[in-house]
């Protein structure tokens, strides 16, 4: 680095230095050296302010220093700076920094509106969007097509859909990232069924669209549908990435889909894809649910870096099949290896010990999460905790837990102990407990329903049909049950008291 500085370096030479920098110090000298030499000018002084702001080296305040030094910044700078905010905890800067640069009558450029908009997107700032939106239009950049597919993503994000999909059908003319964005857009927003439409309608798809509607029937539920889709992007040609992979396999583990698993597994394999901690932890989960204990334990033994999250994964594993004992160990071990829990860890290990009978032991490390690991315990451990007291008898005790928690207990919290309730035919509590149940969650059919359970349990069959008239009278729903089976890779589901299934008849005859 000295030897070339020694020399006059041409522009080239100056950038091959900056890329080099490892550190702020070796920047600064570069700097100090190009001044000294007197071989600064806007290209230079370009390269340099990028370096300063650069995520690698992260000193975006001494990029401001040298940037408020610059006399007359270009456009190219106030883009570097911009761009350095919209990447940063600090994304309101950007916005600051553009009414400055209004101020200045600096002008603009296609990548000026795309790091602004990033900036309205981490802050869901929706006034501000329609604010550099009139900037869009006003400047002549109506249709660059990267600045208006930031527009359609921050007005997707503020939750102003209405909005990016009127912009989306003005557009003169769409790519490939505006159609994603929109599907994108209405899956965030909660409505899959248009998100599907934008898939279904457009033109070109690639690896992107068919991930990103996977991901959102994964999330709403539809795995059926999801795994449906993975299949048709297979036969469309298209190789599905990790992403796309992980979000199948949780629709397997969602339906207990085994068969689909296992294929998606060995195309992995087949395909040479790295099994990283996301696909590791989900590949775990998905055997887990399936009910393959031991397959997963095998991929968690084949995986090299075991993150916490795939420890929680085994562990969660062990907690669903009931062997709390060795959940335990594995917990014990995960320390040893010098791994450290999460709440989520602890939300495993205290369902393990709920689900296995080991109430002081899971007492105690309730006990340690807050002592030892400095873990605030969440809804879901008091729930867990409840659940552990309500399982072993310890009805009161588990009431007087609900009552003593530090935050106010939700429906799910009380469900636990209505469940226990039942199971101990402590009927006298369990009534009391479903009037709270029914008071915090009025529109819930099943809170009726499981009421209405007690008080037939209880042998008062008139008390049990007054509470189930309740659901007709206030117009609830009462959605039928639902189990699925998976055969040679076709999914089916049946509901309970309906003979929807096209095949039911068959299957009668069958069992007849």
Known sequence: MEAILRLQPNTEQIQA????????????????????????????????????????????????????????PNTVMWNTMIKAYSNSNDPEAALLLYHQMLYHSVPHNAYTFPFLLKACSALSAFKETQQIHAQIIKRGFGSEVHAINSLLRVYGISGSIEFAHILFNRLPSRDVVSWNTMI???????????????????????????????????????????????????????????????????????????????????????????????????LIDMYVKCGEMEKALLVFSKLEKKSVYVWTA???????????????????????????????????????????????????????????????????????????????????????????????????????????????????LGKEIGKILIELDPDHSGRYIHLASIYAAAGKWNQAFEVRSQIKHRGLQNLPGCSSITLNGVVFEFFAGTGSHPHIQEIYDMHA
């Open 17 to 72: 230095l900056l890329d080099r920098c490892s550190n702020v110090k070796e920047l600064k000298q570069i700097h100090g050296q190009l001044l000294k030499k007197g071989t600064i000018n806007q290209i230079t002084v370009s390269r340099l302010l990028a370096s300063y702001a650069s995520i690698e080296l992260g000193n975006l305040a001494y990029a401001r220093k040298v940037f408020d030094r610059i006399i007359s």
């Open 184 to 282: 994108d857009g209405y899956i965030k927003f909660g409505n899959v069924d248009m998100a599907y439409k934008f898939f279904q309608t457009m033109p070109v798809k690639n690896v992107i669209s068919w991930t990103t509607m996977i991901v959102g029937f994964v999330r709403t539920g539809m795995h059926k549908e999801a795994l449906s889709l993975q299949q048709q992007m297979l036969v469309a040609g298209i190789k599905p990435d990790s992403i796309t992979l992980s979000c199948s396999l949780s629709a397997c583990a969602g339906l207990g889909a085994l068969e689909q698993g296992e294929w998606i597994h060995a195309y992995i394999e087949r395909n040479e894809i790295k099994i990283d901690a996301v696909l590791g932890c989900v």
């Open 314 to 428: 085994i562990i969660g594993g062990f907690a669903v099949h009931g062997r709390g004992r060795e959940a335990l160990d594995w917990f014990i071990q995960m320390q040893k290896e010098g791994i450290k829990p999460t709440s989520v860890t602890f939300t495993a290990i205290l369902t393990a010990c709920s689900h296995a009978g080991l109430t002081e032991e899971g007492k105690s490390q309730f006990e340690r999460m807050r002592d030892v690991h400095n873990i605030n315990p969440s809804i879901e451990h008091y729930g867990c905790m409840v659940d552990l007291l309500g399982r072993a008898g310890l009805l009161k005790e588990a009431k007087e837990f609900i009552e003593s928690m530090p935050v106010k207990p939700n429906a799910v919290i009380w469900g636990a102990l209505l469940n226990a309730c039942q199971l101990h035919k402590h009927f006298e």
